[in-house]
């Protein structure tokens, strides 16, 4: 008797043309150019600067200690006059 092949979800799943296979090589070359890959692939820490408005509050200097010490790599500086700059 030949083996029966074994009736699983995978194999009873309706080809859709929009499901991405791992080995799709368009998307692997999208990988290699993702200026975040190694940050996804661990190479590099990413590093966190968070800052706050002019006049922050007791309640968000607390806030700020909670996060450093749950958060590593977290960098807090304090703006004092400093202008930030948002360029998109």
């Known amino acids: 008797m030949p083996k029966k092949i074994p009736r699983t979800i995978e194999l ?12 799709d090589k368009e998307v692997m070359k999208d990988e ?3 200026e975040f890959a190694d940050y996804f692939k661990e190479k590099i820490t990413p590093r ?3 800052t706050t408005c002019r006049n ?3 309640k ?3 806030f700020m200690k909670e996060m450093q ?3 590593p790599e977290f960098y807090y500086y304090p703006r004092k006059n400093f202008h930030v700059l948002y360029s998109h």
């Open 12 to 23: 009873l799943r309706a080809s859709d043309e929009t499901y991405i296979k791992e080995e």
């Open 32 to 34: 290699e150019i993702d």
């Open 48 to 50: 966190l600067l968070v």
């Open 56 to 58: 922050p509050k007791s």
């Open 60 to 62: 968000l200097f607390a």
């Open 69 to 71: 010490q749950a958060i």
